[in-house]
Structures are given as structure tokens and as C-alpha cells.
């Protein structure tokens, strides 16, 4: 009772709870865990050592120097509302809080309000039932000790101080005789996320850094040479309409086969129509990373800046090449354009147009995305509105809906609710909200037939990065090196798009080079052995080193040979590799041979060629798509723009 009726002590021992609660739950999810009991105990342990250690230390403290309640108490509601910020971040993401996800989440406040306000709304009376039997319980153990007539002064209850170093010594006991998970989802939850963050708040990393000032990645600049712009203008060249699907694996879509949770026949037919890459993998699972690396045949930065917002690094992209050779160039996105200043994003990529929610007034889903089938509309506007028919163009359409929190707009869950389609769960919804990305494709190639343009337009489908629900731990996508998060579609189909299906390692990098080369634009010779980017009408690049890295630095990095792939994560010191064609679903990762270390060190090398802690992200004044307003040191902002800056924000 005096655990509970004290102040440090109830406090920690509610951070312990709360702690092993999250942990249960995401434990519990996973799919090749049985025995989660017992592997619950041993990932919790670590936390009830701490928590419970530092309430025996508080207690005895307390009962020497009742002056020090000045410092434990404040002390434990700090470690309590870590505990708390921990397990709201394990619930969203399934992973356990960092420092760098600390420092991220002060950086972006705005944004991180519209998470938790999805989240928490989500919650509803559970909520509000937890926090009524987290105050009831103290409140009952002091009546109960006022009943009893016993002291409430710390210094008559030398047994809290007891108590709490026993279970400490119990706790300690279990996490050096456990054996140690199996299962890598269960070890990752191991630690105990208040000393794993502070230890990385003492010991932040230094930025691992390109030796030159030019990011040595981004060498040469341009990727196609002036003469061969010149010689394009004169030329009768093909059309391209290019659809990211946001938060969208191959595995969900209809290019599985069976099995798959969400039905897309329009991406089907597309394949059907023209070619399907089989293995295509995003870079950095992560929109505006994912989108540099589609659109500029490179690797994003990779690390948690987003320098590609920035006029910071100066390269030559695909929409700008396409510009400079005449072809009307645009961007639009269902999502609100306000996150993370994606009008700058554009502006870089070299597009003349841009529209974005606060433009296209699409009915909003969730804090970020709105229907993605208002883009319609917005293509076919813009297409109707060119003073010359006969240009070529280029449009890129990026859904959003798909993202979490996988929020369905009415008509999407109308038509769900008519089909007798499952929409209850977040995967459920995310598989219907891809099929509304599969429904907006429909619409894209039904308004170009009406137009007379799809016999000269190469239509292009490609997953910006996927997205994991719990089942190997990861939620979400940041940070999710499986195949659940990397693997996506890419279809393609139109003029001079060979029909086939392709097998072999891709990258997201090889979009760019390929649409490149179907326009008659091949990569110069310099750029061709220089960057990471292929082409693809010429067969499967064969051996080469293709790498991945997750958002938060520290999460991972990696790469994928063959059927191999390597997976590095360093704030856990650990690496391994996994075989995909004998463990497709990556349960039994494997300790790395001597050749798959050299290589690791190699992806490592690259990895670090794109990182830099010398130039630091600019927010330039720009006003190329009005009436978005960009100051200088100022986000993006609209006159239609959601309060807060995404929807559901103060």
C-alpha cells in the first residue's frame, strides 16, 4: 500500500506498468511469437529493474531527508512521462523511444500533434478508463492506510524502500538468467528505453560526414547533357503520367497473387499492358527521401534532415529536364502541402505547377490526407487548361490517404461498405484505401482515352515506400527495413514500354534513367557510371550495390544482393542478414559471412557519401506556385492552409 500511496513511488511504479503494457501489446501482435508470455516477462524486465530500483533508492532517501520529496517527486513525474511518451510511441510505431526520435518530435511539434490527436481519438473510453483507475489507485491505498492508522511519513515506512529493492533484485535476477528472444522483434524490445535514450542524449553521435563540400553522392550535377535537351525540343516525344501510391507494398496489391489483401485491377491491367518489375525496393522508407530518389535518380540524403527541401544541393532531376525540353510539367498531391514544406521540394525537383490540398479542396482523412481521388479532377483540369494540346507533359500524382492513420474518406467507405469489403481494422482500411489508389488509376487512364492521349502517354505506377502493421513489430514505415516496408509495385506501360515482366533487384533510383530513356534522354556516360541509377529497358541491371537506410539514423542500414539482404542496426551494435527466396517472410535472420561484412562495409561507404553535418537545412524565400507563400526561415504556408498546419490541429 505505501508504494502506492507515496508520490515517487506510485509514479514509478506506473511508469513500470505502462512500460510493460505497451511491450505486451506489441509483443503479442507479432506473428511468429508464441510463447509471448514468457518472452513479455524477459522484454519488461529490464524496465521494472530500473524503475523499481530507483523507487528503493527514492524511499530510503526520503526517509533520511524528507526535504529530498522535492527532488524525487518532480524526478519521478519526469520518468513517468517518459514512460508514457515511450509507450504511446511503441503503440504508433513499434519500436521504442530514442533520443533522436526525441529530438525529432521537439523539432516538429506541430506535426506530432496531429498524430497523437489521431491516436488518442482513436482511443476513446479506454482512455479515459485508464486514467481513472490510475488516480483511484493511490487515492484508495491512502484511505485505506488513514483507515488503518498507520503514518503516511515517509520516515515510518522503511518497507517501501524494502519492498521496491526486492522486486529491483527480482527483475535484475530475470534479465541475467533469461535466455536470450529468438525472435529479433522481441530482442529489439529488450532495453529499456529511459536509459537507451539517455544514453544517447549523453553520447550523441557526430554526424558521419562526406569528406568534400559537395556531398561526393551528388557528383556530376546533371544527369542528362545541354545538347541532348536541345535535340528533344525538336522531337515527337511521349507523354508521361507518373502515380506514387503513398504507404504502398507490392505484396498488398493484386501483384502478389493470392493472398493479397487489397483487389487492384487496374494495376493488373496496367501490368498486362506493358512491363512489371518485379523486385523494385525504395531507398529510405520515407516520402520526401523516397520521392528524391524516383525523381532525381539519386540517394537522398540519408539522414534525418530533409535536405532535399533545400536549394542546398543543386541536381538535376527529371522534371526539370523535362521542362527545359518543353514538356509542361506538374505535381499534385491529395495531402496537405503545408508538411513538411513540400512546395520547396517541388520547386527543386524543377516542376512549373503544383497543387496540394489547400489547392484541390479534396474531403480530408485524417490529420495529413484527403481523398485521393480529388486528384482526378485536378489532372484533368490542368490537362484541359494547356494553351497547346500538342506539347508533351508530365504530371506526378501522389496519394495520400494510405498513410497512417488510414482515415476513409465518406465515398471510400461507402463503396466499401456497397462491396461487403472488411474496413474495420487499420489494415483492413489500408487495403481499401489502396484499392481507391487502384480506382484513381482507373480514372487516370479512363481521362486520357477521353482525351485522345493514351496511345502517347506512358502511364508510370510506383510505391513510394510500404507500410508494416505490428507483425514483424514495425508499424508504420520510417524505419521498417523488412520487405513489408521496402518491397513495392512498379508497372509501367505506353509508348515504347516493352511487354514483360521483370525479375531481379530494382531501386526506385532506376525510375528516373528508365523514363530517361523511353523519351530518348539516356544518362550521360559520366552520370551512367556515376550514379546508382539504371535504366531498365536494357534487362535487369544484374550485380550491383543496392542500399537501404531507414529515416532515424540509427535504425538502420543495409543492402540487398540477390536474394541476399543485409541488414546493419547500429544502435543496437548488431547486424545479420536474412535469405529470401529459403525465408521470404524474414523470420530467421543469420549471422553475416565474411564476404556479406565486406559488403556491409561497403554499403556503409556509400551510405556515408550521403551525410553531411556541415550544411545545414535552409528554408529559402521562394514564390514559384502562387498563392503559397514561402518566406525566408519560414515554413509554406496557404490561404486555405488547416490551422496548426495538418488537419485535426489547434
Excluded at 532495453?191 to 550523441?204: K, P
Excluded at 491491367?269 to 520526401?288: C, F, K, M, N, Y
Excluded at 498513410?403 to 466499401?416: F, G, S, T, V, W
Aim: proline content about 7%; charged content about 20%; hydrophobic content about 45%.
Amino acid at each position: 500500500m505505501r508504494l502506492c500511496a507515496s508520490p515517487s513511488s506510485y509514479l514509478l511504479l506506473l511508469a513500470a506498468l505502462t512500460a510493460a503494457a505497451a511491450k505486451v501489446r506489441v509483443i503479442a501482435a507479432l506473428d511468429d511469437v508464441t510463447a509471448w508470455p514468457m518472452w513479455s516477462l524477459v522484454a519488461t524486465a529490464p524496465d521494472a529493474a530500473l524503475f523499481a530500483a530507483l523507487a528503493s533508492l527514492f524511499a530510503a532517501g526520503e526517509r533520511r531527508a524528507t526535504g529530498l520529496l522535492l527532488i524525487t517527486v518532480p524526478t519521478a513525474v519526469l520518468v513517468a512521462a517518459f514512460a508514457a511518451a515511450s509507450a504511446a510511441y511503441l503503440a504508433i510505431t513499434g519500436e521504442q523511444l530514442t533520443w533522436q526520435a526525441v529530438s525529432l518530435g521537439i523539432d516538429r511539434f506541430g506535426d506530432l500533434r496531429g498524430i497523437m490527436g489521431a491516436e488518442t481519438a482513436g482511443m476513446g473510453w479506454s482512455s479515459r478508463a485508464a486514467l481513472l483507475v490510475a488516480a483511484a489507485v493511490p487515492l484508495t491505498a491512502l484511505w485505506m492506510l488513514r483507515r488503518s492508522g498507520r503514518s503516511l511519513h515517509p520516515a515510518a515506512g522503511p518497507g517501501r524502500a524494502h519492498a521496491a529493492g526486492l522486486c529491483a533484485v527480482l527483475a535484475l535476477a530475470i534479465v541475467v538468467v533469461a535466455p536470450r528472444p529468438r525472435v529479433l522483434e522481441v530482442e529489439r524490445l529488450g532495453a529499456s528505453a529511459v536509459l537507451h535514450t539517455g544514453w544517447g542524449w549523453l553520447t550523441r553521435d557526430v554526424v558521419e560526414r562526406s569528406k568534400d563540400a559537395g556531398f561526393e553522392g551528388y557528383v556530376p550535377r546533371n544527369l542528362v547533357a545541354p545538347e541532348t535537351i536541345v535535340a528533344l525540343r525538336a522531337a515527337d516525344r511521349p507523354s508521361v503520367v507518373l502515380l506514387v501510391m503513398e504507404s504502398t507494398g507490392r505484396n498488398v496489391t493484386s501483384l502478389r497473387g493470392a493472398g493479397a489483401l487489397a483487389r487492384t485491377p487496374h494495376l493488373e491491367e496496367l501490368a498486362a499492358d506493358g512491363l512489371e518489375v518485379i523486385g523494385a525496393r525504395a531507398v529510405v522508407p520515407h516520402t520526401t527521401k523516397s520521392l528524391f530518389s524516383i525523381l532525381c535518380a539519386r540517394l537522398p540524403l540519408m539522414q534525418l534532415s530533409l535536405m532535399e527541401t533545400t536549394p542546398t544541393i543543386e541536381v538535376q532531376c527529371l522534371p526539370a529536364i523535362l521542362r527545359a525540353a518543353g514538356w509542361r510539367t506538374a505535381f499534385f498531391q491529395s495531402a496537405v502541402g503545408v508538411f513538411e514544406d513540400r512546395p520547396r521540394l517541388i520547386r527543386n525537383f524543377g516542376f512549373a505547377d503544383f497543387a496540394a490540398w489547400e489547392d484541390i479542396g479534396g474531403d480530408p482523412a485524417g490529420y495529413l490526407a484527403s481523398d485521393d481521388g480529388s486528384l482526378a479532377g485536378a489532372l484533368a483540369g490542368w490537362l484541359d487548361r494547356a494553351p497547346d494540346r500538342s506539347r508533351p507533359f508530365f504530371a506526378t500524382l501522389l496519394t495520400s490517404a494510405t498513410h497512417h492513420p488510414y482515415a476513409m474518406p465518406p465515398a471510400a467507405e461507402a463503396r466499401a461498405r456497397a462491396a461487403g469489403r472488411a474496413a474495420a481494422s487499420p489494415r483492413d482500411r489500408h487495403a481499401r484505401l489502396v484499392e481507391e489508389e487502384d480506382l484513381l488509376l482507373g480514372q487516370v487512364r479512363a481521362l486520357l482515352r477521353q482525351r485522345g492521349l493514351d496511345r502517347r502517354t506512358i502511364v508510370v505506377v510506383v510505391g513510394d515506400h510500404g507500410e508494416g502493421f505490428g507483425d514483424k513489430g514495425v508499424r508504420q514505415h520510417d524505419n521498417n527495413f523488412y520487405e513489408e516496408g521496402l518491397h513495392v509495385p512498379w508497372v509501367m506501360a505506353g509508348p515504347g514500354v516493352a511487354h514483360a515482366r521483370m525479375a531481379g533487384d530494382a531501386s526506385l533510383v532506376d525510375v528516373t534513367p528508365t523514363i530517361l530513356e523511353i523519351v530518348g534522354a539516356p544518362l550521360t556516360p559520366v552520370a551512367a557510371r556515376s550514379l546508382p541509377g539504371r535504366s531498365l529497358l536494357r534487362g535487369s541491371p544484374g550485380s550491383r550495390l543496392l542500399v537501404f537506410y531507414c529515416w532515424q539514423d540509427a535504425r538502420c542500414r543495409g543492402l540487398v544482393d540477390g536474394g541476399r539482404k543485409v541488414v546493419s542496426v547500429p544502435d543496437a551494435h548488431t547486424a545479420f542478414w536474412f535469405d529470401l527466396a529459403a525465408d521470404p517472410e524474414e523470420r530467421s535472420p543469420q549471422r553475416l559471412t565474411a564476404e556479406l561484412e565486406r559488403l556491409l562495409r561497403q554499403a556503409s561507404a556509400l551510405v556515408n557519401a550521403h551525410r553531411t553535418g556541415d550544411w545545414p537545412p535552409e528554408r529559402a524565400a521562394m514564390n514559384e506556385f502562387p498563392p503559397w507563400s514561402c518566406p525566408a526561415g519560414q515554413p509554406c504556408r496557404h490561404p486555405r492552409s488547416p490551422p496548426g498546419g495538418m488537419f485535426g490541429t489547434p
